[in-house]
């Protein structure tokens, strides 16, 4: 079975030159992440971008998504479960942060 970069860099093979480079970069479930990586593999990164005609932080973004699949695929189940859990707190503290940015005081003069 291939790997899903390994379909990735077939796709973009197969699509070389496609008619859009962009990708969506503003919806809600979409986040922006800038990370630092080797420029050597910038470069490799670059040229390929180019090349395939692709938005250079879309397909940065494809390799990274598809990379963190995979990593948490070989996160063991006990520790799975713990950062299971510790998302859970986060998307908790995320909601209430929420709510209280957006509280509405009908009743006040």
Request: net charge negative; glycine share 2%.
């Amino acid at each position: 079975m291939k790997s899903k970069i390994t379909q990735l860099i077939e796709k973009l093979c197969a699509e070389k030159h496609a008619d859009n480079a962009h990708c969506d970069v503003t919806s809600s479930s979409v986040h922006v992440v800038n990370v630092p990586i080797p420029t050597e593999l910038f470069r490799e990164l670059e040229t390929i971008s180019t090349e395939y005609n692709r938005d250079i932080n879309s397909l940065a973004g494809d390799f990274l998504a598809l990379a963190l699949e995979e990593a948490i695929e070989h996160i063991p189940s006990d520790e799975k479960k713990h950062l299971d859990k510790v998302r859970h707190e986060h998307e908790l503290e995320e909601a209430k942060s929420r709510e209280e940015r957006s509280a509405f005081d009908a009743g006040g003069t």
